[in-house]
C-alpha cells in the first residue's frame, strides 16, 4: 500500500507516534498532505497532549552570602545539542541581578524571576517573565509591600489555553494578607480581582490541583482561583477531630483524585485526613476518608519525629493524581528525607526536599506558523 492510498486516520495515527515536535517538522516538510494534516488545530491539540516537550532542567534557588541566586541544574539525560546549550541557561541574568533574584515559578519555557531591594525597611519587588533560552525579559510590576507581607506571584498560560510563550502569557500576584488580586498580560494590561477575602486573613498557599490554586485562611475557609478565569471562590473545610488551626501549611496539601477533582490533605498526627467536595468544584468540603500515615520506620528514617506537607511543584503547576509531598525531619527540625506519597495507591517514592523549577523546549515556532497557515 503506498501513501497516497492508505487512509487519512492511519496516517495520523502514524504522525502521532512521532517522539517529539523536531520529528513533527520534519514530516510536515515531507509532501503537502502530511503537511495539511499536521496544520489542523485538532491534531496539534492532540499530538501536545501526547507528547509534552522535553524538560532540559532546572532552576534552584540557593543562597550565596545570604543573598538568593538562582542556578540552573541539567536533566539527564542530555543530548548533545541541548547539553551545547546549557551555559546560556546559566547566564540569561545580568550580573547585578544574580544576587537578588529568585525564582518564583515556571511555566513551559519561561521563569517568574522576582527582583528584591532591601532599602530602609522596605522591600522594593519587580517581577519579571524570563525566556531563559532567548534571554527575553518582560518587567511585570514594581509592588512595595511592608516587610511583614510576603508577594505571591504565579505564572498561568496565556489566552490560548495549554500555550505559553513571551506574548502569551499571564501572571497574578496577591498579598498574603490581600484582598485583590492583579492579573497582567503582556504589554501591561491589567485587571483586578476581588478574592473574596474581604477581611484581610492571612491566606496560606496551599497548591495547584485539577485547573485551580488554593488559600487557606482562619476559620477553616479555603479560596481558590480557577487558572482559565482567573475568578475566585470561597468554601468550607468541616470541623474534625484532632484539628488545630494552622499557622503555617506545613499541615496541608492539595492533589487532584481519580475523578479529576481536587482534593485537599490535612495531616493530623498519624494519619491523613482527604477531604473532597461532592458536587464537584462547587459547595463545602467534606471528610472522603482517613489514611495512615507511614511510620518513621516505614520510611526509613528510625530518628524522625516530625512530619509535614510541602510542595512538589512549582506553585501554578498541578500537583500529580494522588500525589503529596511528605517531609520528615528531626526533633531540631532538621530535614532528613522527602518522599511523593500517593494517597490513592499509597506507593512512597524518595524525592529531593527543595523545590524545583523545570524548564521545557518551547513548541518550534515553524510549528507555530504551520497551525496559523504560515509558510514552513
Not at 14 to 24: G, N
Not at 90 to 106: A, H, I, K, N, Q
Not at 161 to 184: C, D
Request: proline fraction near 6%.
Amino acid at each position: 500500500m503506498d501513501l497516497q492510498s492508505m487512509p487519512v486516520d492511519i496516517q495520523e495515527h502514524i504522525l502521532l507516534q512521532l517522539d517529539s515536535p523536531i520529528c513533527l517538522l520534519r514530516a510536515s516538510s515531507t509532501c503537502k498532505l502530511w503537511r495539511r494534516l499536521i496544520a489542523g488545530t485538532v491534531f496539534l491539540q492532540r499530538f501536545r497532549s501526547l507528547h509534552r516537550p522535553p524538560v532540559v532542567g532546572y532552576y534552584h534557588n540557593t543562597n550565596h552570602l545570604l543573598r538568593p541566586v538562582p542556578i540552573f541544574k541539567p536533566a539527564p539525560p542530555v543530548t548533545t545539542t541541548i547539553a551545547s546549550r546549557y551555559e546560556q541557561f546559566d547566564l540569561f541574568l545580568p550580573l547585578e541581578w544574580l544576587w537578588t533574584g529568585t525564582v518564583r515559578d515556571s511555566r513551559g519555557s519561561l521563569l517568574l524571576l522576582e527582583i528584591a531591594n532591601m532599602e530602609d525597611n522596605t522591600r522594593c519587588q519587580s517581577l519579571y517573565v524570563v525566556d531563559p533560552l532567548t534571554q527575553q525579559f518582560d518587567k511585570i510590576a514594581v509592588v512595595k509591600t511592608d516587610t511583614s507581607l510576603k508577594l505571591e506571584a504565579f505564572l498561568l498560560d496565556g489566552a490560548k489555553p495549554g500555550e505559553i510563550g513571551t506574548s502569551n502569557f499571564r501572571v497574578v500576584y496577591l498579598s498574603q494578607s490581600g484582598t485583590m488580586a492583579a492579573i497582567i498580560k503582556p504589554g501591561g494590561s491589567y485587571r483586578r480581582v476581588r478574592t473574596g477575602n474581604d477581611q484581610g486573613k492571612n491566606m496560606l498557599f496551599l497548591g495547584s490541583a485539577a485547573g485551580s490554586l488554593y488559600w487557606y485562611t482562619h476559620g477553616r475557609t479555603v479560596f481558590s482561583m480557577d487558572k482559565s478565569t482567573a475568578e475566585f471562590s470561597s468554601s468550607t473545610l468541616p470541623y474534625f477531630e484532632d484539628f488545630v488551626e494552622p499557622t503555617t501549611t506545613t499541615k496541608f496539601s492539595v492533589t487532584t483524585g481519580r475523578d479529576g477533582e481536587a482534593r485537599i490533605v490535612f495531616l493530623a498526627g498519624d494519619k491523613l485526613n482527604i477531604f473532597a467536595r461532592p458536587k464537584g468544584r462547587s459547595g463545602d468540603w467534606v471528610l472522603e476518608k482517613s489514611i495512615p500515615r507511614p511510620s518513621a520506620v516505614k520510611l526509613g528514617v528510625s530518628s524522625a519525629q516530625r512530619f509535614s506537607l510541602g510542595l512538589s511543584m512549582p506553585p501554578s503547576a498541578d500537583t500529580k493524581m494522588g500525589m503529596v509531598k511528605l517531609i520528615a525531619s528531626s526533633g531540631q527540625m532538621k530535614i532528613l528525607a522527602a518522599f511523593n506519597l500517593n494517597i490513592e495507591k499509597k506507593h512512597l517514592k524518595r524525592t529531593e526536599y527543595e523545590k524545583a523549577y523545570p524548564i521545557r523546549l518551547p513548541w518550534p515556532p515553524s510549528l507555530h506558523a504551520c497551525s496559523t497557515g504560515g509558510e514552513i
